[in-house]
């Protein structure tokens, strides 16, 4: 699977270097896609800028028209970008598929919020003026996709800037850079106009520094670090360029002693061990109250002891490999200094012998605030579990740190569930719920986590101006 950038309709960059791509569960080579950098984004850039005046003049339910044949395509595509996916960056296949469609959903809604973009008339306050409010797009779009969701992350930011009339120019992560060039050739199946949607692989910092420095570009999406989330924003200020950033996250899952465990257990470990922890809304800090901790702890780690571990396109795998050795080490030095500092291993914690970047998928009991993990975000497969007593303890640890990306609650009293959920700095909640996400629901992050919402009437925003038109009649 050797790919081409795709850049005004027309591949390109044959005689560029190479990035080779690995998959993590065996180290074989998965493909290539060229290196670009400064000239490439400068033709991705010049060609989205040209093609916004026509875009942006299609009615809405022509470009509409385009984003539901688009979707129909990554429907039918869905196994093959699963596939990739999973041969690409490790995740297991039955979740790559599924990720297929969750990046179809976000163009299904997308396609009908175009034609939901409203302005409104103010009434006057004399008689011969009449003022409206109109919705007008933001223009040029830079996308920079991580590598952990290779196609919902793109369908996320491309859906409603194409419905609100922008072009975009989209720069996926070298770690996994091939679903989104599959995505491209289903793009130019669909018959999108040369230049709407451009797609560039290669230099992160040549690439995104023409993002933020060319005035071309009047809005940049990312999702990604807090730290690049920082760089980013001090070099969008030359431009005074739009952002929306959805940035690291250290998720709380608490557990209140009313809760039903049993359901408590099974949203733990679709939302911590989806795509082996590689999510930046994973539960990574597990706070259970006294009077059900042990029955939490044993029951947690009975059915985690017994996930499937290897090869993503097994079927029947729910851990596959993590992203690279760097991710891999993480893991391994958290899990060495919660042990160091106290907490006990009750299932996993050790580095697959014999094998490349397969961790065990671990609970630990008994951790507390000094210890790594707690204070920092793991992107792996690892459950620390810490013992409170109070629903107020559990409110503040759940605070005590800079992100505030999602959270979750599990309690069957309404009360309860309300006065702590209203007390937490987080972006998204979910309420006896591990999964909370969906196209239709904004998603995004308070404090460090970022700002702006992607997803649901609050995603199409971001990619529209206001201009307020006050007519003078005679």
């Known amino acids: 699977m050797d790919y081409l950038l795709h850049i005004n309709g027309e591949t390109v960059g044959e005689r560029l270097p190479k990035i080779d791509v690995f998959n993590p569960a065996n180290g074989k080579r998965v493909g290539s896609v060229p290196n670009g950098g400064k000239d490439e984004a400068q033709q991705a850039i010049k060609a989205a800028h040209e093609s916004f005046s026509t875009w942006s003049q299609l009615t809405a339910y022509d470009r509409s028209a385009y984003l539901t044949k688009l979707t129909n395509l990554i429907i039918a595509h869905k196994e093959e970008l699963g596939k990739i996916m999973t041969l690409e960056m490790g995740k297991p296949i039955t979740q790559s598929v599924g990720e297929s469609e969750y990046a179809a959903s976000f163009l299904t809604w997308y396609a009908e919020e175009a034609k939901r973009i409203y302005g409104s008339t103010i009434p006057s306050h004399v008689p011969n003026k009449r003022m409206h409010v109109w919705k007008k797009p933001v223009g040029v779009v830079g996308a920079i996709t991580p590598w952990n969701f290779p196609l919902a992350m793109i369908t996320r930011k491309i859906g409603p800037a194409l419905a609100a009339g922008c072009t975009v120019v989209i720069k996926p992560s070298r770690e996994s850079p091939l679903t989104a060039m599959k995505f491209m ?25 023409e993002m933020v420095n060319d005035n071309r570009i009047r809005k940049v999406t990312f999702t990604g670090s807090t730290e690049v989330g920082k760089l980013l924003i001090e070099q969008s200020a030359k431009n005074v360029t739009k952002l929306s950033l959805e940035l690291g996250g250290h998720a709380p899952f608490i557990v209140l002693d009313d809760a039903n465990i049993d359901l408590a257990v099974e949203h733990v470990i679709a939302s911590k061990f989806r795509n082996t ?26 059915q985690v002891s017994q996930m499937n571990i290897g090869d993503g396109l097994d079927e029947s795998v729910e851990i596959g490999p993590l992203i690279n050795e760097d991710g891999l080490q993480k893991v391994v030095h958290q899990v060495e200094d919660a042990v160091q500092k106290g907490a006990k291993v009750v299932t996993g914690g050790n580095r697959l012998e014999n094998e490349r970047l397969f961790y065990a998928p671990t609970v630990i009991r008994d951790v507390d605030s000094s210890m790594e993990m707690m204070c920092e975000e793991t992107f792996g497969p690892v459950a620390p579990i ?19 990306l999602a959270a979750y609650v599990f309690t069957e009293s309404m009360s309860r569930g309300i006065k702590v959920i209203e007390q937490l700095d987080f972006g998204i909640v979910g309420w006896n719920d591990g999964l909370p996400s969906a196209a239709q629901a904004p998603f995004g992050g308070m404090k460090e986590s970022g700002y702006g919402r992607e997803g649901g009437q609050e995603g199409i925003e971001a990619f529209l101006e206001t201009q307020y038109v006050s007519i003078g009649l005679t």
């Open 386 to 404: 810490q013992q409170i007593e109070t629903d107020e303890e559990a409110i503040q640890l759940a605070n005590s740190t800079p992100f505030g």
């Open 185 to 209: 050739e289903l793009v130019n199946e669909a018959g999108f106009p040369p230049g709407v949607i451009n797609t560039i692989t290669g230099s992160s910092s040549q690439i995104v520094g």
């Open 277 to 302: 922890g590689q999510t930046c809304v994973c539960a990574n800090r597990i706070f259970v109250q006294n009077d059900v901790y042990e029955t939490f702890v044993e029951k947690f780690s009975e």
